[in-house]
């Protein structure tokens, strides 16, 4: 079955370490999210991609990056991680752009800064 | 810009009890409109979905959703909740031009009571 995986589930790191959020579907689809998850904002999108060497800000995107080299994998970089960054993160993927409807999530990946 | 409200942030429900989750919407286009599950420790699973056409529509699991573009709603019900409906719930909107990006709600913990 298609699918989207996250990894790490869990990672706990230091202030101004750099860390990456791996995230890969079988799904080929072409648009991909990543949204942190936080209590009482919900989900907030960070970055999104609708195709191989496509990215695009989200609404915080402040202290991270994406790059998309293929068309199953996003990952998302903290180039120098905060205690603010502490969160869940998921990613998501979808089918073709003008084809609006569901998103496909992975598990989520929870990082603690400290 | 687009947004979502989601009045009550836990509502407690008993088992056999009509499930009422609020959302209501703000978009300056018509909007496609979304709620999504979130069961512990997973990710996101789409509920049900509104783009256009019938404005009452029906999910998984028994839920339903009225798109009522006078009261700009989008609320969640089902009639008669179950112990397995325990879970929070998220409403969100898209701007419905093939915009793929979601903007979620802040979200709804529901508790069922046996």
């Known amino acids: 079955d298609a699918e989207i995986t996250q990894s790490p589930r869990h990672k706990i790191t230091e202030t101004g370490r750099q860390v990456t959020l791996a995230c890969h579907q079988t799904w080929n689809h072409n648009n991909m999210f990543w949204y942190r998850q936080d209590l009482g904002h919900g989900l907030r999108l960070i970055h999104y991609s609708y195709g191989v060497h496509d990215t695009n800000k989200g609404e915080v995107s402040d202290g991270y990056s994406v790059s998309r080299s293929n068309t199953e994998d996003l990952p998302l970089t903290l180039e120098s991680a905060a205690s603010s960054q502490t969160s869940v993160y998921f990613c998501?993927?979808?089918?073709?752009?003008?084809?609006?409807?569901?998103?496909?999530f992975g598990e989520g990946s929870r990082l603690t800064v400290l | 810009a687009q947004s979502v409200t989601q009045l009550g942030s836990h509502v407690s429900v008993s088992e056999g009890a009509l499930v009422l989750l609020r959302c209501n919407y703000s978009?300056?286009?018509?909007?496609?409109l979304f709620w999504y599950v979130q069961y512990p420790n997973q990710g996101l699973q789409l509920l049900l979905k509104?783009?256009?056409?019938?404005?009452l529509v029906k999910g998984i699991n028994g839920f339903e959703a009225e798109f009522k573009k006078s009261e700009t709603s989008f609320h969640l019900t089902k009639p008669s909740a179950h112990m397995s409906d325990a879970a929070e719930y998220f409403c969100a909107v898209s701007d419905g031009f093939g915009n793929e990006k979601l903007t979620f709600g802040t979200g709804t913990r529901l508790t069922i009571i046996p």
């Open positions: 978009s300056s286009v018509p909007p496609y």
């Open positions: 509104y783009t256009t056409g019938a404005t």
């Open positions: 998501a993927s979808s089918e073709s752009r003008g084809r609006t409807g569901e998103l496909f």
